[in-house]
């Protein structure tokens, strides 16, 4: 078993196959915010490795580490080019942002920046290790560049993969009652966007991109400032606080 795990196709349809269950329950639940196949596909990609590494007598960690190399990270390769893809959006609305550029620099800089100082107030009031509060830290950037930036400070990237995954579901299955209850609809479509880039990356972005151009726009802006804005900021704080 431990050999066929190790084949490259073995990842992908894994991958492929709890991303599909996923979206089949969402799907039969109309929507049902608990059944969005990102996290359902994380959660049963879990356990189906813990099955597998039960069944052939290993660890859970070396079971996935044999399903990522060879297979899983193909998938893991398209997620550079679907937040590159992001730049269509913006470039289809880039007039909003000439208009705005100043105000969501500005926005999305302070909040990357609350972001960062409450992650460290929290793992400290939990009692978090250095290397625990590393990984989390970066996770307002998108997954893609956050990993790297917490591996670069000390950090965890698979750690800092799941917290950047849940805080992108979470948004996503809850944004539009977000919406609701904050009464963001009372607000430009510029905020509604660059608050659901900023807080749930590039799944963020592709709920703000169904509620309009201008969100989808903002969004994508939303994911550039603040991943800059981590990758920039991030590794200051980090060698200041933390080491």
């Not at 050999?3 to 109309?30: M, R």
């Not at 625990?132 to 800092?160: F, L, R, W, Y």
């Not at 430009?188 to 990356?201: N, R």
């Not at 963020?204 to 994911?223: D, E, F, H, R, Y």
């Amino acid at each position: 078993m431990a050999a066929t795990l190790a084949l490259p196709f073995t990842g992908i349809f894994i991958s492929i196959l709890v991303y599909l269950i996923g979206q089949w329950l969402f799907d039969k639940t109309n929507g049902f915010f608990l059944f969005t196949p990102l996290l359902v596909g994380m959660v049963l990609g879990i356990v189906i490795l813990m099955i597998w590494a039960k069944m052939t007598g290993s660890t859970t960690a070396a079971v996935y580490k044999t399903y990522y190399k060879p297979g899983g990270d193909i998938i893991f390769w398209f997620l550079n080019p679907a937040t590159m893809a992001f730049a269509i959006p913006l470039y289809r609305r880039n007039d909003v942002f000439k208009k705005y550029w100043l105000d969501c620099v500005i926005a999305l800089f302070v909040g990357g920046f609350v972001s960062l100082f409450g992650i460290h107030a929290v793992a400290k009031l939990f009692g978090l290790s250095a290397t625990s509060t590393a990984a989390m830290m970066p996770q307002a950037a998108t997954t893609a560049v956050a990993m790297p930036i917490a591996q670069g400070i000390g950090g965890d990237p698979a750690v800092t993969a799941m917290a950047c995954i849940l805080n992108a579901v979470v948004i996503y299955a809850l944004a539009e009652f977000l919406i609701k209850v904050f009464r963001l609809k009372q607000i430009p479509k510029v905020g509604t966007g660059l608050g659901l880039g900023s807080a749930g990356h590039t799944v963020g972005s592709a709920k703000a991109v169904q509620l309009g151009s201008v969100q989808g726009a903002m969004a994508a802006v939303a994911v550039v400032i603040i991943a800059l804005a981590m990758d920039i900021v991030v590794p200051i704080y980090a060698n200041l606080f933390l080491h």
